[in-house]
């Protein structure tokens, strides 16, 4: 259990770095982070890293599409975790 929480930790930070990084390459109007690999932490814990990283730098807030993605790596997360708490799925 305590390895769940550090890669959960450890993807927090990761989303919420990847945030600040592309809204900077937004605003420089670069090359920017795929929304695949801006969802990819949040499917090992880092959802809470993703909502922050949004919420601090208004990036990405009005895209339910984009929202629905988190959302759905969220589900995810909880499955991986069910998982591995329990040793199976049902």
């Known amino acids: 259990m305590n390895l769940i ?15 600040a990084i592309d809204k900077r390459l937004a605003e ?7 929304e695949a690999q801006l969802v990819f ?3 090992f814990g ?6 922050i990283g949004m919420l601090v730098f208004r990036h990405k807030t009005k895209k339910r ?3 629905l ?3 759905i790596a969220l589900l995810l997360f909880c499955g991986i975790v069910f998982y591995a708490c329990t040793g199976s799925p049902g």
């Open 5 to 19: 929480i550090y890669i959960a930790l450890a993807a927090n930070l990761i989303a919420f770095l990847q945030f």
């Open 28 to 34: 420089k109007q670069k090359r920017r982070i795929s």
């Open 41 to 43: 932490p949040a499917v």
């Open 46 to 51: 880092g959802i809470i890293g993703s909502v």
């Open 65 to 67: 599409s984009f929202q």
């Open 69 to 71: 993605k988190l959302l």
